[in-house]
């Protein structure tokens, strides 16, 4: 498992508690970063995500609540609510991390901590933000240009 992988878990872990257990954020990270080893670019990797998506929370429901289809946010599963906002979240704002990449570790996290159905189910909302958002579409578009 890559330095990021083990950041995007951690960041998972740290979010879950905070939404979960109504546990302090800086709580949250002092004892989930507290118990693991990871690199100080992993570390920040981890914070960033947690701060950023706790900072555009209301934003990234919004957005997420317009393609879960038949599901609202309080009734979507912890886990797959938790790395949804979070993957959202680093599509949105961490555009130097290709959106396969970030949509591949959410499946994979929530195939680990989730339902039988949470890899689908994580894919599905995720696959429809990038379909539709302007700002990922036009980082889309500068992905398959760079290719060419």
Known sequence: MGKRSRARERA??????????????????????G??????????????LVQGTLKHIHELDELIAKHARGWTIERMVNVDRTIIRMAAYELLYH?????????????????????EDSGLFVNGILGGIIKTSDRLKE??????????
């Open 12 to 33: 998972f872990q740290i979010l879950f508690q905070i939404d979960v257990g109504c546990i302090d954020a800086g709580e949250a990270i002092k004892n989930t970063l």
């Open 35 to 48: 118990e693991t080893q990871l690199s100080e670019e992993a570390r920040n990797f981890a914070i960033a």
């Open 95 to 115: 555009t130097e991390v290709p959106y396969k990449v970030t949509i591949n570790e959410a499946v994979e996290l929530a195939k680990k901590y989730g339902t």
């Open 139 to 148: 980082k889309n578009q500068e992905a398959e240009f760079r290719r060419r």
